[in-house]
């Protein structure tokens, strides 16, 4: 078992209940991270479905939970021959961590797109620098970067460097120090990974997300997962954040948005 | 009360329980438009709520309904100052037929983005010709064409020609004939309301929606929304369909993507 199969396992303890030890690995300061909650409700959704794939998830972050004990509720709402759906709730102290919807499909891995957008242009991964994030606030982020590599491509990572610009828009690679190559989980991950799209323009700090909902589009290749990132409006201190991520192959094997609140 | 406010009233008959009366006049063949029942359930959750605006809004496609009486449950999960979110099904016959989640908060009227996308480029309504989709399949949409007007933007419209594209995109302007000037229920139908962006390609059909997601950005100004839809992935089976809505004063009022299945 991988250090990331590890941190996001459940048990199940009965009928659509399910229990799980939040990893403080996967701490950014006093929380943990986004994606990787999502990676453990996303176990047990998945764990009693007739379907392999993560089609759609949905996600609103209620509360910010702590390393420990925490148990995740499913509850099957429709089975489908293409599509199953259940509702999963990620709990802790008896109060809703992390509560969504699941919709589970059979991705075929041979699948050939009849339709695709062309890839992110991106300098090629040699070339790209580690997490800036990371090493800018090492104490914070510790925990996290020790789990995961994040390298930005130079062209959007001005802000890294005090130059924030005028656009809304990131590219960089992701993969886990594990040797996990992507899976649907990594996926989970990795559509959080990335700093918030806000630092390319120099909003900087804390940005909760609110709600985070992504499509797992294809089975991705191994290997890194390329990573683009951008956002429509920043208004009312709300923004939103769109990240698409492509295997190593060039397929787009997930689509992402989320609405977050901006840092105060 | 408009037509509209009619037709997607909710009554509340308990704590959490609302009744509804599905109306005929949004049906699309032997449907009811999905828009259109995210409209009715938004209803119930956004009336118990503290907040005014459903600013994320994910919902589950389960089983088609017909016209008639439904109910709406709606459970409170949680309550904060900035946002509150709320779980809620549509519910006919004991079934639940749409499942989702409506984060509230309270967007500024006069709140000015500090960064936005720019509007789409589009000819000026008076440009734009009527439904294609509803005069081509006069039959089967009467409903819903009495409800709604969609003008779409002859550079995007050569697919209702019978000369389809090699673009993912389509443009146009929507409004509801009863006079409803835009607001977050009008919203709702409106990032469901164009024919299915597959459509551009010449994949004609009917494409039920599993999955949608939208947020509301900003409170819509009086007049015509542009909407303009394109999509990233048909593969497998399934595609993505992102619309975004813009008020008549040019700003980002709404946010949507969709996963569906193609036509087979």
Chains 1, 2 share one sequence.
Not at 74 to 102: C, H, N
Request: with cysteine; hydrophobic share 40%; glycine share 10%.
């Amino acid at each position: 078992m991988t250090t990331f199969e590890d941190a996001t396992a459940v048990a199940k303890a009965g009928e659509g209940h399910y229990t799980a030890e939040l990893s403080a690995g996967f701490s950014i300061g006093h929380a943990l991270h986004g994606g990787y909650l999502m990676a453990v409700a996303q176990r047990a959704a998945v764990a009693g479905s007739p379907h392999a794939h993560p089609v759609a998830n949905s996600w609103n972050f209620l509360r910010v939970p702590r390393p420990g004990p925490a148990e995740v509720r499913v509850e099957r709402v429709k089975t489908g021959r293409t599509a199953a759906v259940s509702r999963a709730t990620l709990v802790q102290d008896d109060q809703a961590v992390l509560e969504g919807m699941v919709t589970t499909g059979t991705l075929d891995p041979d699948a050939v797109a009849s339709y695709s957008a062309k890839p992110p242009i991106i300098a090629p991964v040699e070339e790209c620098r580690g997490d800036p994030a990371a090493e800018s606030n090492a104490g914070r982020q510790i925990g996290l970067a020790h789990q995961m590599e994040l390298r930005f491509d130079p062209a959007t990572a001005e802000w890294a460097h005090g130059r924030p610009g005028d656009t809304l828009e990131m590219s960089g690679y992701f993969r886990l120090r594990d040797g996990s190559e992507p899976d649907s989980y990594v996926l989970a991950v990795a559509v959080d990974a990335f700093p918030p799209v806000v630092f390319a323009l120099g909003s900087y700090g804390w940005a909760p997300t609110v709600e985070l909902t992504w499509h797992m589009r294809a089975v991705p290749a191994p290997g890194w997962l390329t990573g683009h990132l951008s956002g429509r409006l920043v208004s009312d201190g709300w923004f939103d954040e769109e990240v698409e991520l492509w295997d190593s192959t060039g397929r787009l094997v997930a689509q992402a948005r989320q609405l977050a609140r901006l840092a105060r």
